[in-house]
């Protein structure tokens, strides 16, 4: 045996114990000696009942058992909650306690079973059965105390892990071995490592479902109080508008006066406006106007815009406005 073999093997063989040893075999071919290079010791009993283990393990996890995609959710509130264990064990006690502090408002239901010893195995699938068809449960504990290792072996049987597989109920192991795993809690949808565990898994903490509660009260509130200043925000906004209206219209009255002096202006100035009052416009037949006599010769011809239309004149003679009579 190695030395950094030897510090793995926790079991020292005493004399007349019957014990399994798996390693390998090394030959030495100048002497033709052989050694058994050793890797694991265990008592006899516990080396077939771990191998029996492993081999079940590894059938099971290759029919998908412990996939994580069989896992059913574990409810957050449930109402009901079924323990299966033994009404004396101190497992069932825990639980109880742990329950009723931390959320008083579920209900608990018992399913007595063995969890040890020979008879246990049919008695936990007949239990778990039992939940199954009361229907009342909304999530199951599957527990047990403390104890030797050998008392686990019901928890790695086959039908109990089948059972637990096959439950539509959400099933929370809590077997009390933080170092070893049994099959149970591979297969169950949550494994707790102690009975207290399981139960504090399985309900919420009443006194931190109330700081969350304020929280979210404290949140609400405070929401509400930025919409009601936003609002009341708007609201003086608007106040202000409607108290400008008065000089919104003032302003509007005067804009509508001057508007309406411009249009005069406008219409002073109209060309069709001067002509109506006997004014007349003098274009040359280019259409060039004509502003002085000074532009004009006799004979021209010309074209004179009257208010209702035109006529074409040739001059005559030209006369100088102080000699006009």
Not at 99 to 107: D, E, G, T
Not at 116 to 145: H, M, N, S, T
Not at 148 to 169: P, T
Request: hydrophobic residues 40%; charged residues 25%; contains cysteine.
């Amino acid at each position: 045996i190695w030395r950094s073999t030897l510090k793995n093997i926790h079991h020292q063989p005493e004399k007349g114990e019957q014990i399994i040893v798996t390693g390998r075999i090394s030959l030495y071919p100048p002497r033709g000696d052989y050694k058994l290079i050793v890797n694991t010791v265990s008592l006899a009993g516990e080396g077939i009942q771990n191998i029996r283990y492993l081999q079940l393990r590894s059938s099971l996890e290759t029919e998908g058992l412990f996939d994580q995609e069989n896992k059913l959710t574990i409810p957050k509130f449930p109402k009901t909650i079924a323990v299966v264990t033994s009404d004396t064990a101190a497992a069932w006690g825990d639980i109880q306690r742990t329950i009723k502090q931390r959320y008083p408002l579920v209900k608990i239901l018992l399913s007595p079973t063995f969890v040890q010893g020979e008879f246990a195995p049919p008695a936990i699938v007949e239990a778990i059965k039992k939940v199954e068809l009361d229907g009342r449960a909304e999530v199951i504990i599957l527990a047990r105390g403390g104890g030797a290792v050998e008392d686990l072996s019901c928890f790695n049987d086959e039908r109990v892990v089948r059972v637990i597989a096959d439950c539509q109920i959400p099933i929370i192991t809590g077997i009390g071995h933080q170092r070893d795993e049994t099959l149970a809690d591979l297969v169950a949808d949550y494994s707790a490592h102690t009975p207290t565990a399981a139960a504090e898994k399985v309900v919420p903490n009443q006194n931190q479902l109330y700081v969350e509660h304020c929280q979210r009260v404290e949140r609400i509130i405070d929401a509400l109080r930025t919409r009601f200043n936003e609002e009341n925000a708007n609201l003086s906004s608007l106040k202000n508008r409607l108290k400008n209206i008065p000089l919104t219209s003032r302003s509007l009255d005067k804009a509508i006066v001057k508007c309406q002096m411009l249009r005069e202006k406008l219409a002073a100035i109209d060309p069709k406006a001067v002509l109506s009052r006997s004014y007349a416009v003098v274009q040359k037949i280019d259409g060039k106007l004509v502003s002085s006599t000074a532009d004009l010769t006799v004979e021209q011809e010309l074209i004179i815009q009257l208010n209702n239309g035109k006529v074409k004149v040739k001059i005559t003679d030209i006369f100088e406005s102080e000699n006009l009579e």
